[in-house]
């Protein structure tokens, strides 16, 4: 007979945790989480067909987003995976991101783990597909 285990039973095992809450003092938690969102961006882009292309936003001066969505149409937004909820970067100070978008900066969007509603650029995990689908 088959156990149903809750997801991160697999992620404990592999990381030798024996209880659920050690992922929350993990170094991988961080990580993690922004493998989770990437997740939720890729399925939603694939299961509502939005032909979007997800990307990761590095530069050789240390500028860093999570994920740079291009929708097709010549738009653009930024999502950045944060834990905790704070202030999304402030991409006007991103030399590179400046060069490429000049003053057409698309926005960033911050997405955390917790909360019930969307409070201007931040984005609770439960609330990024119906968000995506609304813009």
């Known amino acids: 007979m088959w156990k149903i285990q809750p997801v991160w039973a697999d992620g404990r095992r ?3 945790w024996t209880r659920p809450e050690g992922i929350f003092t993990s170094p991988q938690f961080g990580p993690l989480f922004e493998t989770l969102v990437f997740a939720e961006l ?4 694939l299961y509502n067909q939005l032909n979007w292309s997800i990307y990761h936003w590095r530069t050789r001066d240390g500028e860093e987003v999570d994920f740079l969505i291009d929708q097709g149409n010549g738009e653009f937004f930024f999502v950045e995976a944060k834990v905790a909820t704070q202030d999304p970067p402030d991409l006007k100070t991103y030399p590179e991101v400046r060069k490429v978008f000049k003053s057409q900066i698309p926005p960033i969007w911050l997405c955390h783990m917790q909360g019930e509603r969307v409070l201007g ?5 439960a609330l990024l597909r119906s968000s995506l689908l609304d813009r």
Request: no cysteine; charged share 15%.
């Open 42 to 45: 890729y399925k939603t882009n």
């Open 121 to 125: 650029q931040r984005v609770p995990l």
């Open 14 to 16: 592999l990381q030798g």
